[in-house]
């Protein structure tokens, strides 16, 4: 459809430097992602930005560090942009649809509106000690009221200057809002296999203390990259009813 918009008006050459700039933005996600052990189940691509999915562990801060890679990206080429018109003016025409295209991309993800990237830092840092999935009903609540704050803005441009664009991005943030899954993030990647790339130097091992009727998925929530976890189940008298290594919750799991 967009193809099609972009053929219409006249605009294939930025449709193309648009795409090509939004897979990066992503491709930027998916790299952060997966240097702190997470991997995306798949990708949407829309015409704010491509969403990578899976499913919904992510310790808090690896969270925020992914959210951040796709804007810091466009912020980059913007910055080196701007920079090279101060020292190169006669790029300007070169680089002005390069510019543009990741000006967009930079100021739709800032929009607190999920699922893009700013809506997904509220909904890391709301549901960082509460409960992911009342958070993301109030992410989406909140989401709702910007886009009725944006869809405001498109009927008063019938007063004034006709905004089409804009009515547009109500429409699509609409239905990215209502499209977007409740398995909200990344998949965790198997820590295992960087950590045996670096038995040659030696890695700790931690001992987790946890409820014997905690749901074991939940356990991954406590693995990081830089050891080697154990897991020891207490019932409620304190007495050791079982324990289980980090590579037997793989394999009790199906991921290794």
Same mark, same amino acid.
């Given at each position: 459809?967009?193809?099609?918009?972009?053929? @219409?008006?006249?605009?294939?050459?930025?449709?193309?430097?648009?795409?090509?700039?939004?897979?990066?933005? #992503?491709?930027?996600?998916?790299? !952060?992602?997966?240097?702190?052990?997470?991997?995306?189940?798949?990708?949407?691509?829309? *015409?704010? =930005?491509?969403?990578?999915?899976?499913?919904?562990? @992510?310790?808090?801060? $690896? #969270?925020?560090?992914?959210?951040?890679?796709?804007? !810091?990206? /466009?912020?980059?080429?913007?910055?080196?942009?701007?920079? &090279?018109?101060?020292? @190169?003016?006669?790029?300007? %025409?070169?680089?002005?649809?390069?510019?543009?295209?990741?000006?967009?991309?930079?100021?739709?993800?800032?929009?607190?509106?999920?699922?893009?990237?700013? =809506?997904?830092?509220?909904?890391? &840092?709301?549901?960082? /000690?509460?409960?992911?999935?009342?958070?993301?009903?109030?992410?989406?609540?909140?989401?709702?009221?910007?886009?009725?704050?944006? *869809? !405001?803005?498109?009927? %008063?441009?019938?007063? @004034?200057?006709? &905004?089409? +664009?804009? =009515?547009?991005?109500? %429409?699509?943030?609409?239905?990215?809002?209502?499209?977007?899954?409740? #398995? +909200?993030?990344?998949?965790r990647q198997f820590f295992a296999?960087?950590?045996?790339?670096?038995?040659?130097?030696?890695?700790?091992?931690? +001992?987790?203390? %946890? $409820?014997?009727?905690? $749901?074991?998925?939940?356990?991954?929530?406590?693995?990081?990259? +830089?050891?080697?976890?154990?897991? !020891?189940?207490? /019932? $409620?008298?304190?007495?050791k009813v079982g324990e289980i290594?980090?590579?037997?919750?793989?394999? #009790?799991?199906?991921?290794?």
């Amino acid at each position: 459809m967009l193809f099609v918009l972009a053929c @219409f008006l006249d605009s294939v050459r930025m449709y193309f430097i648009y795409i090509l700039f939004l897979l990066c933005h #992503e491709f930027s996600h998916f790299f !952060v992602a997966k240097k702190y052990g997470y991997m995306p189940e798949k990708m949407h691509l829309s *015409f704010f =930005g491509a969403s990578l999915e899976g499913y919904d562990d @992510f310790n808090f801060y $690896d #969270e925020i560090k992914i959210v951040l890679a796709g804007p !810091v990206f /466009n912020l980059i080429v913007v910055i080196f942009c701007y920079i &090279n018109f101060w020292f @190169f003016p006669e790029t300007s %025409v070169l680089f002005h649809d390069v510019l543009t295209a990741n000006l967009m991309i930079l100021l739709f993800n800032i929009l607190p509106i999920y699922p893009l990237d700013m =809506g997904r830092f509220l909904l890391a &840092n709301f549901s960082k /000690n509460g409960n992911r999935i009342k958070s993301l009903k109030k992410i989406k609540k909140l989401s709702m009221c910007f886009i009725f704050l944006l *869809f !405001v803005l498109f009927l %008063v441009s019938f007063f @004034f200057e006709f &905004n089409f +664009t804009l =009515g547009f991005v109500c %429409v699509n943030l609409m239905c990215l809002l209502f499209s977007s899954s409740k #398995e +909200t993030s990344y998949k965790r990647q198997f820590f295992a296999v960087n950590k045996l790339k670096k038995l040659s130097s030696g890695l700790f091992e931690k +001992t987790i203390y %946890v $409820d014997s009727k905690i $749901d074991k998925f939940k356990l991954f929530k406590f693995v990081d990259n +830089t050891h080697f976890f154990k897991f !020891v189940f207490i /019932n $409620d008298q304190g007495i050791k009813v079982g324990e289980i290594s980090e590579i037997e919750l793989y394999r #009790e799991n199906n991921l290794i």
